[in-house]
């Protein structure tokens, strides 16, 4: 094809109404793919992402209808945010594009109510959706079906039955632009039902790159979560993973709540425990009173979106762990914003978040009287959940009131209060 600059404008134009389409029929991924960049690239066979962009070949992109391009930037940015790009190498690079391929496939087909007719191109034919078990891909991560993969290729090779990519028994018998998945199913040979479009030799790890799509995907969830279309299961999956608590919360405030009562020090730790954070010493059973908290989330401009869905991920864990929590958020930067109450996961849910500036713990401490006013009664703990990256105040501003740091980084540490990390 030449490639001449009224083609490429028209096939740049194919691409961003793709984008516009799916934006409206599909939230979640259209809101993904504003953060990709396309690309026309002659010495590609067909599509492929690297997670900076998705490049297609000019003939390849021509020949597409509409609905298919739809499907294919579909398939390239769910690679992305189920972060297959990013991992791997370490297995057998053919089984694993196959076993990639099979999970995202199946989960674009669940987010358009299993018509097979999306998935299908007229070119390459059905694209491969069903994991060696018979069932759905969706319902596994790349990883579970590669093992699946393995273990039918070893009783495929136990049993002398054809290789890699030629023959009726083969793992694939080469429909796609990499030769993977041809069109038989689990039953008479071929391990992926369907075929493959795509080049996968692009994928490479890069950690902070994965970090960048871990923060897109949390975003890209909670803002479509009431919009057009069904988040993938395998992208609900990493989300559950990134956003749940990560602290036990029945252990903390049993230790910290009690505090005052029982005269415990924070030093030194309890040893019994194996834990991220440093435990007052005590000898005997306390009952986790009618907790009334504090959480400070730090809002200053150093969080990011995902360090801020962490915050809030504990507070939510720290209330699904305690019947019998409730207290005030305070959004914190250079200053201190209005305290908001909460008393269910609900609560939480709705609240607006505050702030973008620097960052002033001793706001927090200089506004106190006007917070415990707020809540009508002195909170039990103040937890700030933070980066940690400002002065630390004297410890006499805290008034008696015990006081848990959780930090996110293992750079900082306060001289004062009890301590704990999350990633």
Not at 236 to 250: M, P, V
Not at 300 to 316: M, P, Q, T, V, Y
Request: net charge negative; aromatic share 10%.
């Amino acid at each position: 094809m030449q490639l001449t600059d009224t083609k490429k404008k028209e096939l740049t134009q194919k691409l961003l109404f793709s984008r516009l389409r799916i934006l409206n029929d599909h939230a979640f991924y259209g809101m993904l793919l504003m953060n990709m960049k396309f690309s026309l690239d002659p010495d590609c066979p067909t599509a492929y992402t690297n997670a900076y962009k998705i490049a297609f070949s000019p003939t390849f992109l021509d020949e597409l209808s509409p609905r298919e391009v739809d499907f294919v930037l579909m398939h390239e940015i769910l690679h992305v945010v189920l972060k297959h790009c990013f991992r791997g190498l370490k297995y057998d690079q053919f089984i694993f594009n196959i076993a990639c391929d099979i999970v995202v496939n199946s989960n674009i087909l669940k987010s358009v109510d299993m018509d097979l007719s999306f998935i299908t191109l007229k070119n390459y034919g059905e694209a491969m959706h069903i994991a060696p078990d018979g069932a759905e891909g969706y319902n596994y991560t790349a990883e579970e079906v590669y093992e699946m993969l393995i273990k039918k290729a070893k009783k495929m090779a136990g049993a002398g039955l054809g290789s890699k990519g030629t023959g009726q028994d083969s793992i694939g018998t080469g429909n796609g632009a990499k030769g993977i998945g041809g069109k038989g199913n689990g039953d008479n040979g071929a391990i992926g039902q369907g075929t493959s479009f795509d080049d996968h030799s692009h994928w490479q790890e890069d950690e902070a790159l994965k970090d960048e799509w871990e923060e897109r995907l949390v975003g890209a969830i909670e803002a479509s979560s009431h919009g057009k279309g069904e988040i993938p299961l395998g992208a609900k999956r990493l989300f559950g993973e990134l956003t749940k608590s990560q602290l036990d919360w029945r252990v903390i405030l049993k230790d910290f709540v009690s505090y005052e009562k029982n005269d415990y020090s924070f030093t030194p730790p309890d040893r019994r425990y194996d834990s991220p954070f440093f435990l007052p010493d005590f000898n005997e059973e306390v009952e986790v009173p009618d907790a009334n908290l504090l959480f400070v989330v730090d809002t200053s401009g150093s969080i990011s979106d995902l360090d801020l869905n962490k915050a809030f991920s504990e507070i939510r864990g720290a209330i699904a762990d305690m019947e019998k929590l409730h207290g005030f958020v305070v959004c914190m930067d250079a200053t201190t914003y209005e305290p908001m109450p909460f008393e269910s996961v609900d609560d939480i849910l709705s609240m607006k978040v505050q702030g973008g500036g620097g960052t002033s713990f001793k706001s927090v401490f200089q506004n106190l009287d006007n917070i415990i006013e707020k809540m009508k009664a002195t909170p039990d703990m103040i937890v700030f959940i933070t980066d940690g990256y400002d002065v630390f105040p004297d410890e006499s501003l805290r008034r008696n009131i015990p006081v848990l740091w959780i930090i996110n980084n293992d750079e900082v540490t306060p001289p004062w209060g009890a301590v704990a990390r999350i990633k």
